[in-house]
């Protein structure tokens, strides 16, 4: 999540910016272009750091004059912000024109998990035919951001790693078709990884971090049946610690 002190940083700093004469449309204000394009990156990424560490829970209202009084800015950039979350599919605009964090959509969850595992397969596969090696550079660097995280126990630092770590490695398939697919699939599963990592209190067991080097090593050695194979297992590991997240009993004997 953006600390708070980055936060009034940077509203202090859009503050300090020299105002123009173009009024803002939703309240009459001098906005600036720059500014109002500052001022909608700032919300949109505070609003889906909270959305993808689950701080703003699935349903949740996001009411456009609370969110302006929040941040002290007018109704447009927090508007251009909530189109932004509505395109990565993060937010739902409802038929009476009110905004809410899109729900995580359990009964389906199985179509997400095929096509997850499919993914990490078939780009794995097509890299370790196709990779050059800069790529294998690209993918090593993005080995050692995933890494970093881990140590650190930073959920959202873990779920920004891990997209570039398989985004590279798609990217090394050379198919941009399967790279597009892959790309939406991490995106809108990414607070479903969040699921993920708080199974584990944000505490990811280094093995996990091992499967993507095993991953790496399939890769440079062009071995296409073990990159398949481990990308398989790997995929299947993430699914059985969701599944078995999600069927946790919770309930208390209470005695009555």
Known sequence: MLPVDRWHKA???????????????????????????????????????????????????????????????????????????????LVTTLPNRSTVVAVIDFLHLHTFFDALTLMYRVTTRLAAEYHTAPDLAVIRARQADFARA?????????????????????????????????????????????????????????????EHAALIDAIAARDVPLADRLAAAHADQIVRQIQALIARDRRQDVPL
């Open 150 to 210: 881990v140590q650190a126990q930073n959920a959202l630092g873990m779920i920004a790693a891990n997209r570039d770590f398989h985004i590279a490695i798609a990217e090394a398939g050379r198919n941009p078709y399967y790279l597009s697919l892959f790309t939406r699939v991490l995106d809108e599963g990414r607070r479903i990884l969040r699921l993920y990592y708080s199974s584990f209190e944000d505490r990811l067991p280094p093995q996990y971090v091992d």
């Open 11 to 89: 509203v202090a700093a859009m503050a300090r910016s020299p105002r123009s004469s173009s009024p803002d449309p939703a309240d009459g204000s001098a906005l600036p272009e720059r500014r109002r394009g500052e001022g909608a990156r700032l919300v949109y990424d505070i609003l889906r750091d909270e959305i993808l560490d689950l701080a703003l829970q699935p349903g949740s209202p996001l009411d456009e004059q609370q969110l302006s009084e929040r941040f002290a800015m007018s109704r447009t950039p927090v508007r251009e912000a909530l189109v932004r979350l509505a395109c990565d599919g």
